[in-house]
């Protein structure tokens, strides 16, 4: 477990150095507000579309040749896409390398099925909020040291990524393990392994169907904000890089208060289900908040309150893990992460299409804050439906 989550922080940090700066590096090419977000648009659904497609294919490799390698693949694309974007000369060349990053990188749905790998059904809970901890971690880091490095010249967060990228690959290739045993290892079959076949998997297994629109409308919610969180304070309250990331700090505290301290005696206390729904209780609230401020320092204090809002994503992970057998969860999560990504890539059509629709209103115009107004009522629907969900069966049991 040290070893994926160490692999999984310096990724994390990485991938966390760039999102200050990706819409100011975008906004290098482009003349008005309108137009910055049309082009941030167009880079960020090029990332989705690819991963779209990509994910259920690496996920499904990694169930055939182990997940060590495919790990692997994922670092160098991401080494090779932050260089290039560093050195990016056109808006063209952003769109292509984002495609390109989309495709060869599933990390977090390698990582989810590593874990599922290596822990018995009962723990999957806890391991993966011990993963999302990292998550959290690395944007305590990555932002603040991209906000910092961006805050001189827009360019350097993207050499440290690719660095930290190189590094990464290196220690995987010597050091970390492999989780997956060559006889639980499955055959790869491409009809399985397309975007299509693996949703429809994903929504066949045994008892947590309804799940799958759960987290579909969570993250799809949760994408949303990520796409517009830049712009929006930009927008509304004059942030530059630096500011951002001094939030997205915070955010990555509370990630790992959450997850990394609090989910384990609260799964002591109460069952999955239970934090699942305050969570998504909270998360709704939060979206609200963040649409209603009308200053800066009223972002931090919705974070804050926020603070149960990140234990449930853990519970549904470890639901859907456990409905898969155990030599499925490379396509399994891989799967999950192809739906995550199929929110990704209506994510930012939906929030800065949103987004673009206020933008000229004035900064304290509360109907700026229309895209997580959004994200409020898709969140309210998730809760709905886990709480339907939840009161017509028990719970789910592993296979």
Sequence with gaps: MGFIMAAVLIDMISIGLMVPVLPHIVGTFTGS???????????????????????????????RFGRRPVLLIGFAGLALSFFVTAMATALWMLVVVRLFSGAMQANIAIANAYVA???????????????????????????????????????????????LAVLNWCYGFFVLPESLPKDRRSPFDWRKANPASALRGLAALQGVGPLVAVIALSSLAQFTLHNTWVLYT????????????????????????????????????????????????SASLAYLGFGLATEGWMM??????????????????????????AAHQGRAMGAVSSLNSLMAVLAPLLGLTLLAQVSHRPAADLMMGLPFYTCAALQAAALFITLRFFRSQPAPQPA
Excluded at 42 to 50: D, K, L, R, S, W
């Design 300 to 325: 931090y204090v919705v974070i804050g309150l926020n603070l149960l809002g990140g234990v449930g994503a853990a519970a549904l992970q470890s639901f859907i893990s456990n409905a898969a057998g």
């Design 117 to 163: 790998d290596i822990t018995p059904p009962e723990d999957r809970a806890r391991r993966f909020g011990q993963l999302g901890a990292m998550f959290g971690i690395g944007f305590i880091l990555g932002p603040v040291i991209g906000g910092l490095l961006g805050d001189h010249d827009v360019h350097w967060p993207f050499f440290a990524a690719g660095t």
């Design 33 to 63: 507000n309108d137009e910055q977000t049309s082009a941030f648009l167009m880079v960020t659904m090029a990332f989705g579309v690819a991963n779209f497609f990509g994910s259920p294919v690496l996920g499904a490799l990694s169930d």
């Design 234 to 281: 930009k927008f509304r309250f004059g942030w530059g890089p630096l500011a951002v990331s001094w939030s997205l700090l915070v955010v990555g505290i509370v990630s790992v208060i959450s997850q990394g301290v609090l989910l384990k005696p609260l799964l002591k206390r109460f069952s999955p289900q239970r934090l699942a729904v305050v969570s998504m209780v």
